[in-house]
């Protein structure tokens, strides 16, 4: 267990020491987001009766902002410690791939909840989104953010050069968030829309979160977790078996 | 007690190239060991595969009698290297970096270990400094330290001295000698072959993944090692005489170099001289060391193991 605590201390150490970038940075563009969405948006769009368009903007801002930072999180620790070399010292170490897995998860969701709470924190000092089942947000919080982590860890795991990283980032992350209804509900868009936003699993993080917060949502919140739970398992599951095969890690 | 490192019969192929060619060794606990040969003969490929960073694709590596695959984190235990190349973590200090590395061996409180390793190899003052802004020397002295956090019982050094100072090269060798000296099974590699003679008690040269010999150092030296160097500085504006000229090797610090196989030949080589009316101002007899045995090995084919 000591092996394991000490990996995930490091890994919230790394990102703690460098907290300007990791997770000021999110906090200051997520809401720049937010501030010209909304005035951009506010007269055209109501998605729920009663709900400013900006109160509906903010759960899916702070989702999305848990989702990327834990995707970076885990994909820039695992390349920076393979293109520097120092992934050699875990490596040598006794930790198990399990316990490699689980800290480099757990230290994604860390950073996922601080810069989603960040973003909450600060735009409840201009606007007040109701939160209708709490438990709902954490759930989707952490099993999006463990999702997107282990996510991270595969890329990292995958990618040679940090090129390929961000080709990983900007041709899936990126369209697979910005296309899952942070901006907007489904029900706006054409049905040939409606239809590719259901193969996309980030949608059913950002409808399950924000029902946490209105009570309200496209899909039923048990959908929206059966399938983020099922997602969550097969990435993890890939992620284990690269950590246990050596993929790119060992010779 | 079981061998400290036992390697047997392991092949590792990277494509159709392969790195290590059914290679068998043992290392016996307590030894300083060298693992000698030129760059690609598979020396590193070797220790990855005993420290677990590549698997072989036939044979067993064991350590301290701990499969290193099916047992490894018995195995790990009982290692410690210290990697051919430069590498650091740039977000932590040096004493974060020992604290963090003895963590992932599952010791929490390390201390007074961390603080025994830090003076030893002279980091005491850096001990708070981020590991980015050490000179390279230093982050080699943190590299070992990190490599013997968890006081392992066998060392594995991958060229530990490549591109380090003579002083620091000095402190660390005295430093592991005495680790030795504490019961530690030292493994080195290395490219000063002086300094693997002075330290080692045995020897493994590898050539294309293939061990050619295996042997103590005295051994080795006495039964490899063909001839004497014989080191002559000749009067000015004066050179060797035609006969002579064949058994010349080189020529150092003004001195030519005439190779021979025993001292019967050293009054000939005296006697032609003073034929030709040369002088001789100095005279030195060189015996035959390690990289001579070096040189004949990697020149020859045949395997030369005991």
Redesign the interface.
């Known amino acids: 267990m000591t092996g394991f605590l000490t990996l995930l201390y490091k890994e919230l150490l790394r990102f703690w020491k460098v907290g300007f970038q990791t997770i000021l940075a999110p906090v200051v563009s997520t809401l720049l987001y937010l501030l010209i969405f909304f005035h951009v948006l506010k007269a055209h769009v109501e998605v729920y009766q009663g709900v400013s368009y900006a109160v509906f903007l903010i759960p899916g801002l702070v989702m999305m902002a848990v989702m990327q930072n834990a995707f970076a999180n885990a994909s820039s620790s695992m390349i920076q410690s393979k293109i520097s070399g120092n992934i050699v010292f875990v490596l040598l170490s006794p930790l198990t791939y399990r316990e490699i897995f689980f800290a480099y998860i757990l230290a994604s969701v860390a950073r996922g909840l601080l810069v989603g709470a960040g973003v909450y924190l600060v735009t409840e000092l201009f606007f007040e989104t109701p939160i209708y089942w709490p438990v709902w947000i954490w759930i989707f919080a952490i099993l999006g953010s463990g999702l997107l982590g282990a996510l991270g860890v595969i890329a990292g795991i995958w990618a040679d050069k940090f090129d390929q990283l961000a080709a990983f980032q900007n041709f899936i992350i990126i369209p697979l968030t910005f296309l899952s209804g942070v901006f907007y509900s489904i029900h706006s868009l054409p049905p040939v829309w409606q239809f590719l936003s259901h193969l996309n699993p980030f949608f059913y993080m950002i409808d399950g979160f924000r029902y946490g917060f209105f009570g309200a949502s496209d899909f039923s919140p048990y959908v929206s977790l059966c399938i983020v739970i099922a997602c969550f398992t097969a990435v993890s599951l890939l992620a284990i078996r690269m950590l246990r095969s050596g993929y790119k890690l060992r010779h | 007690m079981p061998a400290a490192i036992a390697v047997r019969n392991v092949c590792k192929y ?1 494509g159709a190239f392969c790195a290590l060619d059914h290679v068998d060794l043992e290392i016996q606990a307590g030894e300083f060991f060298a693992l000698l040969g030129p760059n690609g003969a598979g020396k590193t490929t070797l220790i ?1 595969t005993i ?5 072989a694709d036939s044979g067993s590596v064991h350590v301290m009698g701990s499969h290193v695959v099916s047992q ?3 195995a ?2 009982q ?1 410690g ?1 210290v ?1 051919q ?1 430069l ?6 200090t040096v004493r ?1 970096t020992l604290r ?9 409180d390390n201390t007074a270990w961390i603080n025994e390793i830090i003076t030893r190899l002279g980091l005491a003052d850096k001990a708070n400094t981020n590991m980015r802004t050490l000179s390279g020397g230093m982050k080699r002295r943190v590299m070992v330290a ?1 490599a013997l956090v968890h006081k392992p019982p066998v060392i594995i050094l991958d060229e530990p001295t490549a591109g380090v100072d003579v002083e620091l090269r000095q402190s660390l060798w005295d430093f592991i000698r005495q680790l030795n000296i504490e019961g530690h099974t030292i493994v080195l590699t290395t490219h000063y072959l002086e300094e693997a003679e002075a330290l080692c008690n045995r020897v493994a040269m590898l050539k294309h993944g293939k061990v050619i010999a295996l042997n103590s150092m005295q051994n080795l030296i006495s039964t490899m090692a063909v001839g004497y160097t014989l080191c002559l500085k000749l009067q000015p504006d004066t050179s060797l005489p035609p006969a002579l000229q064949e058994k010349k090797t080189g020529c150092r610090n003004g001195c030519v170099e005439l190779k021979i196989d025993n001292y019967t030949q050293i009054e000939s080589i005296l006697a032609q001289l003073r034929q030709a009316g040369i002088q001789i101002q100095e005279m030195q007899l060189l015996q035959p060391d390690l990289e001579d045995v070096f040189v004949n090995l990697m020149n020859s084919s045949l395997p030369q193991t005991q």
């Open positions: 990277f990855h420290a677990g960073l590549s698997v490894y984190r018995q790990r235990r290692l290297v990697p190349e590498v650091f973590d740039p977000f932590f974060e963090i590395q003895s963590g992932y061996y599952g010791i929490a990190q």
